[in-house]
C-alpha cells in the first residue's frame, strides 16, 4: 500500500448553490423525511422552519471615534426539548441562511444526544481580525442588550462559535447579569472561563466526543476493513481545538497521525507525525507547515491520502462534488459542521465510505455545555474524569442508537425503497426527528 499521498488533485470547485448552507439542511432533512412515512407530513413541516428569527443592529463607536454599525442576528429553531441552544459567531460571511441552517443543526443534535435544548444560533456580521478588544466588548455588550429577554438560562443559551471565545462569553454573561440583578445568572451562557462558572472538560470536549464516537462505530464492527483504532492512519483537516485533541487521543489509543493541516497548508508523515514536535513548532511558528522530519503537503492532498480515518475539523463544505470522489479514506469523522455536502455524501456512499455525521460526531462540545449549564444550576462543579465518564456513555449510546437505526433500514435491492438514501447521516437525523415529532405530538400544537 503506498504511503504517499495522490498526486495533486486539480479540484473542481462545486457550483456556489451546492455550498448554499439552507440547500444542505433541506436536502438532508428531505432525505431523512422519506424514511419517516406515518409522520404526519404537516408535523414535520413544523420541524424544518425556525421558530423565531431576530436581527438587531449593533452601533458602536470604533476606537478612531467614528460610528459605525454591525448587523447581528438570532435565530431560536426550536424549543420542543428544553431552552435554545447554540453559538455565537463573529465573522465577515455571517448571514441569517447561514445562521438558521445551523440553528436546525443543533436542534437535530441535541434530540440525537439527548440533551434536554432546543437548537438556535447567532451571530454578528464583522470581520473580528479588524476589531480591537475594546470593539468586540462593546459589540457583544450592544448585541446582548439588544437581544434582552430572547436570551436566558431557561430561554435561550448562547456559547463559543467561530471567532467568539471564553472571553466573549463572559462578557455576555456580565451584561446580562447588569440587565438581571438579584438571580443566578451563570447558566445564561456556556463555554465560561473556569473561574467564572466554566466546565472542566469543555475545552476539550468535542474532539474528544468525536474519538469515542468513532472508537464505537468501529468496536460495532460497522467500518468495513477496519476492525480497531489501533494502528490506524488519521489525516485531520484543521489542527484547531477539535482537531488537535482528536489527534492527542487517536495518538493514544496507538493510531498514526500521517497528515494534519491549517489555513496555511498540510503537513505529511507516512511514519505519523510527532504530536510534540508538532505541538511545539505551532506554537512557536503558528502554522503546522514546516515542521520537522515531515513534508509539506497542500489542503487538498491531504483529503485525498490513503488513510483510514479522514477528520475533517476546519469549515463547512469542504468536501463537494469536485473532491469527494479522490477520497481513498474508510471513515471520515465530522469534526466540523456539515463539512460534506449531500452531492458528495452521494460519491462517497458509492465508494462505500462511511461518514460518521456532525450531528454526532461533534455532539460533544453541547453535551459538556449541557454538564456545564446544570452544575451552575445545582452551584456545583463535578471534576473532569466524572465529566468525561459521563461524555463517554452518552456518545456510545448516540453512536449505538444510530447504527441500530442503520441497520434497520430496507434492503437497498427493495424496488419500492430503491431510492432512499441508506448513510449514517441520514440515520441519524431520522432517529433526532422521530423523537421530536413524538413529543411535538406529545405536547400538541398551541392552542
Ligand atoms: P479552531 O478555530 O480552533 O480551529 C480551526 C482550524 O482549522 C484552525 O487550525 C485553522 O487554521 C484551520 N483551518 C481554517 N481553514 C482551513 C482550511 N481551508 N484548510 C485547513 N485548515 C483550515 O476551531 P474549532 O473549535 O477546532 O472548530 C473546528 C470546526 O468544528 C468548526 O467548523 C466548528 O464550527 C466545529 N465545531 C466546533 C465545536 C467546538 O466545541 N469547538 C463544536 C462543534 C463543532
Known sequence: MSHEPASAPHSNGPAADELNPERIIDVQFERAREHLTDIDPGLIQVLRRPRRTITVNVPIQRDDGRLDNFVGYRVLHNRLLGPGKGGIRYHPRVSLPEVGALAALMTWKCALVRVPFGGAKGGVTCDPKELSDRELRHITRRFIAELGDNIGPYT???????????????????????????????????????????????????????????????ALGAVPGLSELTGARVAIQGYGEVGRVAAQLLHERGARIIAVSDSRGAVFDPEGLDLVTLNAHKASSGSVLGCAESRNISSEELLALECDLLIPAALGGQIHSGNAGRIQAKLIVEGANRPITPEADDILTAQGILVLPDILANAGGVTVSYYEWVQNIEHHTWPLEEINNKLRVRMNDATDRVVARWRQFPPANAEETAA???????????????RLARVLQQRGIWP
Not at 438571580?183 to 466526543?209: F, H, M
Not at 432512499?420 to 422521530?434: G, H, I, M, Q, Y
Open 156 to 218: 435561550d443559551i448562547p456559547a463559543p462559535d467561530l471567532y467568539t471565545s471564553s472571553q466573549t462569553m463572559a462578557w455576555i454573561l456580565d451584561t446580562f447579569d447588569s440587565m438581571h440583578p438579584g438571580q443566578n445568572n451563570l447558566p445564561v451562557v456556556t463555554g465560561k472561563p473556569l473561574e467564572l462558572g466554566g466546565s472542566e472538560g469543555r475545552d476539550e470536549a468535542t474532539g474528544r466526543g468525536c474519538v469515542y464516537s468513532a472508537e464505537r462505530l468501529v
Open 420 to 434: 432512499l438514501r441508506r448513510d449514517l447521516r441520514t440515520a441519524a437525523l431520522v432517529e433526532s426527528l422521530e
